[in-house]
């Protein structure tokens, strides 16, 4: 039976099926179907970078405070740069809470 939104000749997989949800054709690769993230790996790059993250953005926030009107590079693009490092350090904060409370709902300790 061809699938007239998309003229291919798969059937359309019931949400009720376990994986992706709306996922509308059956798999066909040889990858997991609970496929899990290395998540001490996950643990350490995020301790690593949200620390060097935090830093960079003290650096170039004291940089861009004590730059001068024709330095160069100018507070602007220090400035630039030092929001850039914040957010990266709240994205590696963020992904290091989420590891953190998979890793303790893995172990079987509450939230």
């Known amino acids: ?10 059937e359309p997989v019931p949400r009720a099926r376990s994986g992706m949800v709306g996922r509308r054709y059956p798999r066909t690769g040889t990858e997991p179907v609970t496929a899990r993230s290395p998540l001490r790996l996950r643990l350490l790059l995020a301790s690593v ?17 004590g730059a001068d009107a024709g330095d160069s ?7 630039f740069l030092a929001v850039v490092c ?10 290091l809470r989420v590891v953190l409370r998979r890793l303790r709902r893995e172990r079987g300790s509450t939230d």
């Open 86 to 95: 914040g957010v990266l350090a709240l994205t590696a904060a963020l992904d």
């Open 1 to 10: 039976m061809r699938d007239s939104r998309n003229g291919s000749g798969r």
């Open 49 to 65: 970078f949200v620390s060097l993250f935090i830093a960079g953005a003290v650096l170039f926030a004291v940089w861009a405070a």
């Open 73 to 79: 590079p100018g507070s602007g693009p220090l400035t």
